[in-house]
């Protein structure tokens, strides 16, 4: 032990905590904290970027209006029936929680989840202009349903593909660990090659899959400019590029089902399909659920497969929150409104972290 | 093996390869000459063997253009960024995990509520804090707001705290101080966890757009997927298509030969990031 002799400083506990702890409160406080709170402060005032810019004094409080022109209007008036399409699903999902519930198919937390999901499914969608009426931001909440929609495809998407590779690839042969390792590829690139590859793959001109469309004598789709097949091809593009991740956490799920179970499952005679469907499933519902929050979490800040794909387009159906918070900030100069917006992303997606956090913890138990 | 299993493999690979398809296709129309891919993408094979082949597109690359700059600043945002928070990471989560100090709980409860604020939220606010002081247009404003992410000292709070507890207690018996302890004995031991750590930010850190996008306006700054952005809205216009679809493989390289190299620690740290990020 004779390195250490001559360093010996006679430092207490509580000043080396101080000394490493130091580094990373410093930058937190000045580069995550305070921004948060600024963040804040901003969308209470009226803040033009290029005014401000000049200006320091150019801006000026108003309260919560910035909030009321984002989400609010004149005249707005609820009804159970106004977007039928969502609140119907709101309604199924409130019956969905009940009956998972008491049948014993989802914990606690799970089902209280789905039923406070699909309550603002069914409550928010009912808010509508009345006679005369209108919204301040025609734009914002066709934006949010759009995110939600992105949401609502990819994630099931992700999840029972991830899911069924997984089963699949389950076992520590070569050849599988090689296939897993084709279909995590993908993962490790970024949202810009991605989306290179993908606009040219959809392009009708020179696109692969218009290629093979013709090959087979059908007429080339305009996959990134119809307004049907829009968000279908972001949703294609995403479900190629995240799959990886979500496959990984159903390996480690599959992989912590005990052995013995297989086993007495197969003197039963269910194998294959059978044992995926009577022993696999009923085992995943941890794993599944964390896989879906998480893929929530990560697709409701979708940017830059529609900043980069479609622009927002056509006509606004695959406009998503935080490209619309970006152009709001950076193209319209109004930070004030795009703060408004920041804060309620930041409460939706703060929202399903606890969620993750109070997961994560009961999984520990 | 049963037969059945061989019949597994055969049935996935087809899908793998489909899977792969996109990404064989951007190799391989980076290796085709630009006035063909003008008329047709698909001259061999749908266009995913490339033939008639040329290295021009990658020639062109390096000769002009701005990708190699790019590159170079992507490399060092990356590098720096993964060094800083493991710094910062290391010290930090030894602290929270093995020493004691007053406020100990509630600092680890504001740590774990920054978990909960995605970049989305904080990027306006940031923006105008780095105009404020003039730091946009540099690398290390593309490099600071994410070390501020808690995320890489609870990776290394979970690690030291799994670590038994004689093994510091017998240095502490010798006499050694709590800074020799962490520098000697405890950060040798981290090196698996650091190694995770490094690399989901180094993968973060290359990857990432938005930032990027909002705080480097000047091409000089940009990073290989911003200048990739920024060239793919025009590419059949100004670039050739080759070139861009080279500039993509570039772009790919480093964290592609990252992933098989280190493939067990890339999956291993983005699912901890998927996780915990």
């Not at chain 1, 599959?254 to 297989?262: A, C, G, M, N, T």
Request: with cysteine.
């Amino acid at each position: 032990m004779t390195r250490y002799q001559g360093t010996r400083l006679a430092l207490t506990q509580r000043q080396a905590a101080a000394i490493l702890l130091l580094p990373f409160l410093t930058v937190y406080a000045v580069f995550l904290v305070y921004p948060f709170f600024k963040g804040v402060w901003i969308s209470l005032h009226d803040w033009n970027l290029m005014a401000v810019a000049f200006n320091p004094d150019a801006k000026s409080y108003v309260g919560l209006s910035n909030y009321e022109r984002v989400m609010w209007g004149s005249n707005i008036t609820w009804g159970a029936w106004a977007s039928p399409g969502y609140q119907f699903f709101g309604l199924l999902g409130l019956g969905t929680s009940v009956l998972l519930y008491r049948t014993g198919r989802a914990g606690k937390v799970t089902a209280l989840a789905i039923g406070i999901a699909s309550l603002l499914l069914f409550v928010l969608p009912g808010f509508h202009p009345g006679e005369d009426g209108r919204w301040y931001d025609r734009r914002f909440w066709p934006t949010v349903g759009n995110t939600i929609l992105f949401v609502g495809l990819a994630v099931p998407g992700v999840t029972i593909t991830a899911m069924l590779l997984a089963a699949a690839l389950d076992g520590e042969t070569r050849a599988k660990a090689v296939l897993r390792t084709l279909f995590f590829l993908s993962q490790v690139l970024s949202v810009t090659v991605v989306t290179l590859i993908w606009q040219i793959m959809f392009s009708p001109r020179q696109g692969l899959i218009a290629n093979v469309t013709e090959l087979v004598g059908g007429s080339p789709i305009v996959w990134l400019t119809a307004e049907g097949f829009a968000m279908a091809s972001i949703v294609i593009a995403t479900i190629w590029w995240s799959l990886g991740i979500a496959m990984i956490l159903f390996l480690a799920g599959i992989q912590d089902i005990s052995k013995d179970l297989y086993e007495a499952g197969a003197l039963d005679n269910a194998t294959g399909a059978k044992a995926f469907w009577y022993i696999t499933l009923p085992n995943l519902k941890r794993t599944i659920t964390l896989v879906v929050v998480l893929q929530i979490i990560l697709h409701f800040q979708v940017f830059g497969q529609s900043h980069l794909m479609t622009n927002g387009g056509p006509n606004d159906t695959t406009q998503v929150l935080v490209r619309y918070i970006y152009q709001t900030a950076f193209r319209d100069s109004e930070l004030g409104r795009a703060s408004a917006m920041a804060v309620f992303l930041f409460v939706i997606m703060g929202g399903f972290s606890i969620l993750q956090f109070v997961l994560g913890r009961e999984k520990d138990q | 093996m049963t037969r059945g299993y061989y019949w597994l493999i055969f049935g996935l690979s087809i899908p793998a390869f489909i899977w792969l398809v996109p990404t064989i296709w951007m190799v391989s129309l980076s290796f085709q000459p630009n006035d063909l891919l003008a008329r047709t993408t698909s001259s061999t094979a749908l266009g995913l063997i490339p033939f008639p082949f040329t290295p021009d597109n990658y020639i062109a690359l390096f000769r002009f253009g701005q990708v190699p700059m790019w590159f170079l600043n992507s490399l060092i945002v990356s590098v720096g960024m993964t060094l800083a928070v493991l710094a910062v990471s290391t010290t930090a989560g030894y602290a929270l995990a093995r020493l004691d100090f007053p406020f100990k709980t509630p600092i680890i409860i504001l740590c774990l509520m920054g978990l909960m604020v995605p970049e989305q939220a904080v990027f306006i606010p940031l923006y105008t804090m780095f105009s404020d002081w003039g730091w946009h247009n540099s690398h290390h404003a593309l490099i600071l707001p994410r070390v501020a992410v808690p995320i890489g000292v609870f990776l290394m709070m979970q690690f030291f705290k799994a670590i038994p507890k004689d093994i510091e207690e017998a240095a502490r018996i010798d006499g050694v101080g709590w800074l020799q302890i962490f520098w000697y004995v405890m950060l040798p031991l981290a090196r698996p966890a650091m190694m995770t750590l490094a690399i989901l930010t180094f993968l973060y850190a290359w990857n990432d757009y938005l930032w990027p996008l909002v705080s480097a306006q000047q091409r000089e700054y940009f990073t290989i997927t911003l200048g990739l952005a920024s060239i793919q809205s025009n590419f059949a216009q100004a670039e050739g298509l080759g070139r861009v679809m080279a500039s993509g493989v570039i772009a790919s390289l480093p964290v592609v030969v990252l992933f098989l190299i280190f493939q067990r620690y890339v999956v291993r740290a983005m699912t901890a990031g998927g996780t915990k990020g």
